[in-house]
């Protein structure tokens, strides 16, 4: 457990490093932010919502999205993200419905829709849980350079392996590009800061 948190935590930080680096990079070059971060992170997904509803990511223009890529039965981290995710939304302000907090499961073989539900409805009850399947999940992780693969100790477990998953918390604009990317390990001061700092949507 100790050793895939760390692996995941190093996993995160690599690909955090990586992306800050890239955008950077890309930044010093074209002067705009915007550009280079909708080429990087972020793109059209089409899922199915918690609600059962299908779900595409123009259904979240005009609000900003706050994204986490996880799985239901994670143990320790994906919990851990998503309660800063909700704490940091309640310390926001209730009025600022214009940042979408949304959860997309890594893991479509065992999260459906009903599992989803009751999974992000006890973190805060404006989350969005979005599931799909194998290929609509796996479209969604490729837009957002989320890593994930199930650890099986046998082909055939379908219910008590666990997943290594990248674990950042994505800030996208309410144009859907991205702004950008937290660790898990962030503070909710720290995310709270930062979506106070958000212009807000009228
Ligand atoms: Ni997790």
């Known amino acids: 457990m100790i050793r895939t ?10 690909l955090g490093l990586a992306l800050g680096t ?7 070059r ?29 259904d979240f223009r005009g609000r900003y999205m706050l994204v986490y890529f996880g799985f ?3 143990p320790d981290v994906c919990p851990a993200a998503l309660q800063v995710m909700s704490a940091a939304l309640d310390a926001v ?20 829709v009903d599992l989803v539900r009751s999974y ?15 290929e609509q999940v796996a479209d969604a992780m490729r837009a957002y350079r989320v890593y994930a693969k199930a650890i099986k100790e046998a082909p055939d477990d379908t219910t008590s392996y666990n997943v290594d998953h990248s674990s950042l918390i994505y800030l996208m604009g309410p144009d859907g590009a991205y702004i950008t990317h937290f660790s898990h390990a962030t503070s909710i001061d720290q995310l709270t800061a930062r979506l106070r700092g958000l212009p807000q949507v009228s």
């Open 72 to 74: 239901t039965h994670c």
């Open 93 to 112: 302000d209730a009025s600022r419905t214009d940042i979408a907090p949304i959860f997309i499961t890594v893991d479509p073989e065992r999260d459906d």
């Open 30 to 58: 074209s002067g705009e932010i915007g550009t280079t971060g909708r080429a990087l992170v972020g793109g059209p997904f089409a899922l199915v919502d918690h609600t059962g509803r299908t779900t595409t990511d123009e």
């Open 5 to 14: 948190l760390v692996a995941i935590t190093a996993l995160s930080m690599a």
């Open 120 to 134: 992000v409805s006890s973190f805060h009850p404006r989350f969005v849980g979005l599931t799909g399947t194998v």
């Open 22 to 28: 890239y955008v950077v990079t890309s930044e010093r």
